[in-house]
Every structure is written in C-alpha cells, then in structure tokens.
Nanobody
C-alpha cells in the first residue's frame, strides 16, 4: 500500500525552527509534485507550499513566504519543509501529499496521496 509518512513535528517556541520530512514507501516521489498543507483547529485546510517533481519550481503561501523552504531529495525519496521564524499562528497539523498534477493545480488540494500528518505547536 502506498504510504506517505510525515515526521519532525513537535512543540517549539516562537522564533524557533523545525524541519518536517515526508517520506514515501511503495512508490517513488520523483514523478510527483509534493505539497505541504496544514490545518489548525477550527480552520480550513491551507496549502502551505509545493514543489514540482523536478524540484525546479516551488510555491509558497503568502503567510509563510520568506520563512519556509521546501526541498526534495529524490534519491532519498523524501521531501522536506524547513520552517524558520515560527509563529504561534503556524500551529497546526501538517500534511504532505503527492500529485501528478502541477503545483498550480495540486496546491488547491488535488492530490493523489496524503499522509496522516504531524503536529507542530508553536507556543511560549
């Protein structure tokens, strides 16, 4: 069964950093665009970032531009989300997802596979 597994979520103080990982099993990521989404309690899911299958293009939501960086290592079948200068409003469950569609479409939630999420809590 195809799986995406997120890791790296934890509690951190405002201004801190975290790196989330998204690892795939039973399929290879190199033909998929990978998106990171988040959902905070009581809020709708938000597309945070996306990276094309080649890694040549990326997308960031305005709320995270300049603070988050998405990258991929196809040799390790893993995608990363480096999150710096974290704010309390970044608190959410973060999900990675894979899509055969380009990021411009995928970031709206048109994904083929989803992980189960990892919790990020930003609090003093």
């Amino acid at each position: 069964q195809v799986q995406l597994v997120e890791s790296g979520g934890e509690s951190v103080q405002p201004g801190g950093s975290l790196r989330l990982s998204c690892a795939a099993s039973r399929f290879t990521l190199d033909t998929y665009a990978i998106g990171w989404f988040r959902q905070a309690p009581g809020k709708e899911r938000e597309g945070v970032s996306c990276i094309s299958s080649s890694g040549g293009s990326t997308y960031y939501a305005d709320s995270v531009k300049g603070r988050f960086t998405i990258s991929r290592d196809n040799a390790k079948n893993t995608v990363y989300l480096q999150m710096n200068s974290l704010k309390p409003e970044d608190t959410a469950v973060y999900y990675c997802a894979a899509s055969r569609r380009p990021c411009t479409v995928a970031i709206r939630g048109n994904m083929d596979y989803w992980g189960k999420g990892t919790l990020v809590t930003v609090s003093s």
